[in-house]
T-cell receptor
């Protein structure tokens, strides 16, 4: 079945450091890919998405590129801020699986001043 | 002007009780969902409704029963609560069922079963 794998956390970075959170997926069809972010005590909110191969999603300085050949959707940001501290979830939605959204296990990020 | 709201925010109850969590969305969306997030933050879909009809029903004990009285509401009733039901339950909605549609999440209901 479909699945999403993310790098294990927690990740701790200093402010202005470069961030990469790895995400790989397996899917039977051609999924859409998402990154959601969950700030402490809140629900998830969409950070960015990509719907086909080679698409790049971007928002708030975060970027991720849909790489079909490596089945990956790694999240990057050039310079993190303390306010980026949150849990980040990679997810896919596969139209051949009733459009269920499958979430990865989440990666906790702490940014210290 | 909350988009997706849930009540209650916290729920503490004894094993064996029956409880309900309510969810409402004011976005005009057709599709609503219930997710369970465990203590390790792992998020798993439980149910999905599209226009009041059940479209996703994952392997969930039948003690869990969703009800959608209209498009804007999706409630979750849980019978005979067990310790393992302790988790954060999130309601979400999307414009329609479909791979491209962003899901909007509520703030969550933290259920603690003692």
């Amino acid at each position: 079945g479909d699945s999403v794998t993310q790098m294990e956390g927690p990740v701790t970075l200093s402010e202005e450091a470069f961030l990469t959170i790895n995400c790989t997926y397996t899917a039977t069809g051609y999924p859409s890919l998402f990154w959601y972010v969950q700030y402490p005590g809140e629900g998830l909110q969409l950070l960015l998405k990509a719907t086909k191969a080679d698409d790049k999603g971007s928002n708030k300085g975060f970027e991720a590129t849909y790489r079909k050949e490596t089945t990956s959707f790694h999240l990057e940001k050039g310079s993190v801020q303390v306010s980026d501290s949150a849990v980040y979830f990679c997810a896919l939605s596969d139209p051949t699986s009733y459009d269920k959204v499958i979430f990865g296990p989440g990666t906790s990020l702490s940014v210290i001043p | 002007d909350t988009a997706v709201s849930q009540t209650p925010k916290y729920l503490v109850t004894q094993m064996g009780n029956d409880k309900s969590i309510k969810c409402e969305q004011n976005l005009g969306h057709d599709t609503m969902y219930w997710y369970k997030q465990d203590s390790k933050k792992f998020l798993k879909i439980m149910f999905s409704y599209n226009n009041k009809e059940l479209i996703i029903n994952e392997t969930v004990p039948n003690r869990f029963s969703p009800k959608s009285p209209d498009k804007a509401h999706l409630n979750l009733h849980i019978n005979s609560l067990e310790l393992g039901d302790s988790a954060v339950y999130f309601c979400a909605s999307s414009l329609a069922a479909g791979a491209y549609n962003e899901q909007f999440f509520g703030p969550g209901t933290r259920l603690t079963v003692l």
